[in-house]
């Protein structure tokens, strides 16, 4: 069973930035393509960026794409979100989790394991 540790959240003024971290356990780690996923209260969790097991391919939700930037390390088994010029509406708990077959990137049910979330608030 993977275990993650997602970091990097905070408190950040609108048009900011933050780079979330989120680290895995297990040594298969580079075989999963690895998804971010954001709550905000009261919403369904809703897909943010998604990248493949060697990071050649990235998908990103529209709301986000050209402000964020999903990449891995594999040899430190971490996937990264880089998040700028960073909106209100972008403040949620943002989660990570590894991929399970193949397609659908952006469906929460491809996902099985969750890590416990890293807080983003977004001040106006």
């Known amino acids: 069973q993977v275990q993650l540790v997602e970091s990097g959240g905070g408190l950040v003024q609108a048009g900011g930035s933050l780079r979330l971290s989120c680290a895995a356990s297990?040594?298969?780690?580079?075989?999963?393509?690895m998804g971010w996923f954001r709550q905000a209260p009261g919403k369904e969790r809703e897909f943010v960026a998604a990248?493949?097991?060697?990071?050649?391919?990235?998908y990103y939700a529209d709301s986000v794409k050209g402000r964020y930037t999903i990449s891995r390390d594999n040899a430190k088994n971490t996937v990264y979100l880089q998040m700028d010029s960073l909106k209100p509406t972008d403040t949620a708990v943002y989660y990570c989790?590894?991929?399970?077959?193949?397609?659908?990137?952006?469906?929460?049910?491809?996902?099985?394991?969750w890590g416990q979330g890293t807080q983003v608030t977004v001040s106006s």
């Open positions: 989790a590894p991929k399970s077959g193949s397609g659908y990137y952006d469906r929460t049910y491809k996902y099985g394991y």
């Open positions: 297990g040594r298969t780690f580079s075989s999963y393509a």
């Open positions: 990248i493949n097991w060697n990071g050649d391919n990235t």
